[in-house]
């Protein structure tokens, strides 16, 4: 008697247990279609294996509509979380440098190569000597220089002995005329020689800056390191906004993730999706005994 009311209950649960876990295996496999004489078998390949490439698209337009759509990007790489991380990293990298004695271009030689290094060295010293040798051969310098030599020299005398008897107006007088002569001659000078002047002054800079040390480039240089900080987070702010919606254009997340499933191998895919949902997967198996055993104790009472 007691048999035949446990029998209901245990056969329902067996069924429910396999029918359940058997659905779920159909899910997966057979990974391609199954034929016996020639005559297509049901139900093969699997439901996913089948709809491999619709689910692609649908995963890939999902991600790239809610997951990784600007709104939700640019809030997350703009939130306050994110930008204290940017904080600490450059932060602690300075921190870094502080205790630093390698020099500059050792520095740099761990993230490029002697020849990129020498390549940088060259046109950041050719940009720079262009620049102060246009400024050089600008007549406004030599006139400017002309001006503070000529006022030194004036107010020189007028302190000296010959200024208590009135040297200083005759050379007064005498500054207009050897002003402008002495700005001609300055002008013509610096045509002929600002290059190589230049040249010689930017050369040897940049190489006792390549040779100063990190740690003192830091500690010299602490309200420059401050402004680079912000400037850097500014950057990156301006980027996220202004060029996040353009870079994910281009990118077009939505192609990559369906392409990128399409070519992954049914059993990566599937070992991806277990490893991910495998608890989930086996509870609706229990359940499915569990129904099974519902009903079958219920069809028991009832007989």
Not at 32 to 52: L, M, N, Q, S, Y
Not at 57 to 84: C, F, Q, W, Y
């Amino acid at each position: 008697m007691i048999l035949e009311y446990l029998a209901g209950p245990a056969v329902g649960g067996v069924i429910g247990y396999i029918t359940n876990d058997l659905a779920i295996r159909m899910l997966f496999k057979p990974h391609e279609a199954k034929r016996v004489c020639g005559v297509h078998v049901p139900f093969t390949p699997g439901i996913i294996p089948k709809e491999k490439n619709r689910l692609a698209s649908a995963i890939g337009k999902a991600v790239s509509e809610h997951l990784m759509n600007p709104a939700v990007l640019e809030r997350t790489l703009l939130g306050d979380e994110m930008m204290e991380k940017l904080g600490a990293a450059f932060d602690g990298f300075v921190a870094a440098q502080r205790d630093n004695s390698e020099t500059l271009e050792a520095f740099a030689g761990h993230y490029l190569s002697e020849r990129d290094v020498a390549a940088i060295r060259d046109n950041v010293s050719a940009e720079v000597v262009a620049v102060m040798t246009e400024k050089l051969r600008d007549s406004s310098v030599g006139e400017a220089i002309a001006r503070m030599a000529t006022a030194h020299v004036v107010e020189k005398t007028r302190r000296s002995v010959a200024g208590r008897i009135g040297a200083d107006r005759l050379v007064e007088l005498l500054a207009v005329p050897v002003e402008k002569a002495l700005a001609r001659h300055i002008g013509e000078v610096l045509q002929a020689g600002a290059p190589q002047m230049v040249e010689q002054l930017v050369s040897s800079g940049s190489e006792r800056l390549l040779e100063q040390p990190m740690c003192e480039l830091v500690r010299s240089h602490e309200a420059q390191v401050a402004q680079l900080r912000d400037g850097l987070l500014n950057a990156y702010r301006n980027l996220i906004e202004h060029q996040l919606p353009h870079i994910l254009a281009a990118v077009d997340i939505s192609h990559i993730v369906e392409q990128r499933i399409c070519e992954m191998d049914m059993d990566e895919a599937e070992g991806i999706i277990l490893s991910v949902m495998h608890r989930e997967l086996r509870a609706i198996v229990w359940l499915g005994a569990l129904l099974g055993c519902l009903m079958g104790t219920i069809t028991s009472l009832i007989h």
